[in-house]
T-cell receptor
Framework: KQEVTQIPAALSVPEGENLVLNCSFT??????LQWFRQDPGKGLTSLLL?????REQTSGRLNASLDKSSGRSTLYIAASQPGDSATYLCAVKLWGGTASKLTFGTGTRLQVTL | KAGVTQTPRYLIKTRGQQVTLSCSPI?????VSWYQQTPGQGLQFLFEYFSETQRNKGNFPGRFSGRQFSNSRSEMNVSTLELGDSALYLC???????????????FGPGTRLTVL
């Protein structure tokens, strides 16, 4: 059974800092890994999706890497801003099937302070 | 293009009651998936409906059921509510195609269910 863990559970950083969020998964036979952002009381917003054949994806100040062999992914946020405050979730999809049935991590709650 | 909508946004029920939640997918999307989010268990997959048929199912008891209509709107029903069913219920829609790579899911804002 695929298990996804995110460390740390919570993180507080001052504005402007670069930071790294970690995600680990137990079954390396993943199809893709996705990072989401969740604001309080809101649904999920997809940030980056990495296919199993890829090593990293970048979007603006965000960079996600994937190391399937070690079962790890990191989300790097450069020059953090208060607007980045949210919960960040990673989710993996195993081979086969459709876009559904994602297995989610427990999330990292990020607070960026002024 | 309108996003995924869920109704109601908030719901309070008592133990033993049943509840029905609704999800309207993005226009043109035929797949609707449901997830439960709790502080203890995190986000867990409930089931997926595609073209009015359940296509995938998570590990939840039979009290959790769903259906999908011909316009792709989906409802989720929970019978005999328990305190542990208190959660944020999210639905996500996608084209549902078995493409490589698979298409993207778009999530709704969720329905917050509180069971007293």
């Amino acid at each position: 059974k695929q298990e996804v863990t995110q460390i740390p559970a919570a993180l507080s950083v001052p504005e402007g800092e670069n930071l790294v969020l970690n995600c680990s998964f137990t079954d390396s036979a993943i199809y893709n890994l996705q990072w989401f952002r969740q604001d309080p009381g809101k649904g999920l917003t997809s940030l980056l999706l990495i296919q199993s054949s890829q090593r990293e994806q970048t979007s603006g100040r965000l960079n996600a890497s994937l190391d399937k062999s070690s079962g790890r992914s990191t989300l790097y946020i450069a020059a953090s801003q208060p607007g980045d405050s949210a919960t960040y979730l990673c989710a993996v999809k195993l081979w086969g099937g459709t876009a559904s049935k994602l297995t989610f991590g427990t999330g990292t709650r990020l607070q960026v302070t002024l | 293009k309108a996003g995924v909508t869920q109704t109601p946004r908030y719901l309070i029920k008592t133990r033993g009651q049943q509840v029905t939640l609704s999800c309207s997918p993005i226009s043109g999307h035929r797949s609707v998936s449901w997830y439960q989010q709790t502080p203890g268990q995190g986000l867990q997959f409930l089931f997926e409906y595609f073209s009015e048929t359940q296509r995938n199912k998570g590990n939840f008891p039979g009290r959790f059921s769903g259906r999908q209509f011909s316009n792709s709107r989906s409802e989720m029903n929970v019978s005999t509510l328990e305190l542990g069913d208190s959660a944020l219920y999210l639905c996500a829609s996608s084209l549902g195609l078995r493409t490589d790579p698979p298409d993207t899911q778009y999530f709704g804002p969720g329905t917050r269910l509180t069971v007293l």
